[in-house]
């Protein structure tokens, strides 16, 4: 790995509850992203994945420990607009159409508007004929791709996506694990995937990061070399089945 | 036949029951003098060309009041329910100021209120009172109802307050501020109505005063009766107004 754009290190989240009592939500957490790298975490719900990717999108702070986001602090990307999210709720604003949803970013940073980018991104994503449908009249699939290119639309420094297809049939889900696989290629973001799928992680990344849960923390990290592509039936070949499966009984254990 | 035909159709087969029922009553004068049967009563003061001019005045006079008052009241609700979201110190002071105002009875009010803008200006101020009231609630509630993932978004995004606000707090509000209407509307009717009671010169309320004192039951009766069309006509209009634009906010 060369550069680290995301590290964190001996990262530490509790909660307030009650009076004086608190929840240890992760534990001792470091772990470190590289530039252009597309991790997974993966882990049971209730093992802070979600957590660790708000923490990172700046929408949690760390109880103690050290975050870093190419060597800044999350508030700070937030500011200069380099993040880009997708959450399992698409979090398109309804009274917005496809089109201005994804121009959105550019109002927020207050910049011009690049028309050629956001025809370019609905075209990756495979909406450029419903760039003026609003979000009731999508699936769900491709309200997520809408969120997906609202994410893109900065060539953000760093692309979070929590469960973005969580929500979704497992045909659906599929396709647009496949489809997603297809826009990184184009993009090549720093890209941090928070799934409980173990196939989508698996499928998706370059290396999944195993959590477990009580309180939350590292559990395995692997790096996923396949000879095969992505887009060339990784899904169907024998060495992807096996890591799944190991995988799968590690979570289970 | 759909549910929804089966129920509108069930809704007007109840109302043409009850309708006959009272114009039998009526006729038959089961209930006194003072039953008037809502057919023939409709038919003697709508069949009147005096009664039916002073019905159409009086109509008149409190739509005008009761639409001044909409306004009104809705600018000053929302203006007062906007400061609330913007300011958020003021925020609990002005939800009991604004629940203890609407619960003191207007008869206990009165007094103060007539003091202050003549017997004339009554029915425009209970009925800006009324709507401004629904008003406020709609957007003190509707201005927080964000949902929570489109706020995350914002954060992420790097939104400023001023976007925030413009972008994703005024827009979430517009369900909640058209259901406000649709009770600020009718409400505003009734308000006038009642407003007109404490001495106004022109109006249904003062129609029906008159009407009573006079005894002038049918024409008691037609004056309420068009009273609760006008509400449940401003209701629904805004009900459909809310159909139509509020589908597009969420």
């Known amino acids: ?253 | 036949m759909s549910p929804r035909t089966k129920r509108v159709l069930l809704g007007l087969l109840g109302a043409a029951v009850l309708l006959v029922v009272a114009e039998i009553i009526g006729r038959l004068g089961l209930a006194g003098r003072a039953w008037p049967a809502p057919i023939e009563a409709l038919v003697t003061v709508l069949g009147n060309e005096l009664s039916r001019s002073l019905l159409l005045r009086a109509l008149g006079a409190t739509l005008l009041s009761a639409g001044i008052g909409l306004v009104a009241g809705a600018l000053v609700g929302m203006a007062v329910g906007f400061l609330g979201f913007l300011i958020p110190a003021l925020r609990a002071g002005l939800d009991q100021m604004a629940s203890i105002l609407n619960t003191i009875p207007l008869i206990a009010l009165a007094p103060l209120l007539i003091a202050l803008v003549g017997p004339q200006g009554m029915a425009t101020l209970t009925a800006a009172l009324g709507s401004g009231f629904a008003m406020f609630v709609a957007t003190a509630s509707g201005l927080v109802s964000t949902a929570p993932a489109l706020a995350d978004f914002f954060s992420v995004a790097g939104a400023s307050r001023p976007q925030r606000i413009l972008r994703l707090s005024l827009p979430s509000a517009v369900p909640s501020l058209l259901n406000g209407l649709t009770l600020a509307a009718s409400g505003a009717v009734l308000g006038a109505v009642l407003g007109e009671w404490f001495g106004a010169p022109v109006g249904l309320g003062v129609l029906m005063i008159s009407s009573m004192q006079n005894f002038q039951v049918e024409l008691l009766f037609v004056v309420a009766l068009t009273a609760a069309l006008v509400s449940l006509a401003a209701f629904y209009g805004m009900a459909a107004v809310q159909a139509v634009v509020g589908k597009r906010f969420v």
């Open chain 1, 1 to 253: 790995m060369s550069a680290r754009a995301i590290t964190l290190d001996r990262v530490e989240k509790t909660f307030a509850l009650k009076r004086r009592t608190s929840f240890t939500a992760l534990r001792d957490v470091s772990l470190e992203v590289g530039v252009g790298e597309f991790v997974a975490l993966l882990g049971p719900s209730g093992c802070g994945k979600s957590t660790i990717l708000r923490m990172i999108a700046g929408l949690e702070l760390p109880s103690s420990g050290v975050l870093r986001v190419n060597g800044r602090k999350p508030a700070d990307l937030v500011r200069d607009h380099r993040l880009g999210v997708a959450f399992q709720d698409h979090a398109l604003l309804p009274w917005l159409t496809v089109a201005q949803n994804v121009a959105l970013p550019f109002h927020l940073a207050r910049r011009p508007v690049d028309e050629a980018r956001i025809s370019e991104l609905l075209q990756l994503v495979g909406l450029a004929s419903f760039r003026d449908a609003y979000p009731r009249q999508l699936s769900g699939g491709m309200r997520q791709r809408a969120s997906i290119a609202r994410a893109l639309a900065l060539r953000p420094e760093v692309l979070l996506l929590d469960e973005p297809f969580g929500a979704l049939d497992a045909v659906t889900r599929r396709r647009m694990n496949l489809e997603l696989a297809r826009i990184w290629e184009e993009e090549r973001t720093t890209t941090v995937l928070v799934t409980h799928d173990v196939e989508e992680a698996v499928f998706l990344s370059q290396r999944v990061i195993v959590l477990e849960a009580n309180p939350g923390r590292v559990r395995h990290e692997e790096a996923l070399a396949f000879s095969r592509n992505r887009v060339d039936g990784l899904d169907r070949s024998d060495e992807f089945h096996h890591v799944v499966d190991r995988l799968t009984r590690m979570l289970d254990s």
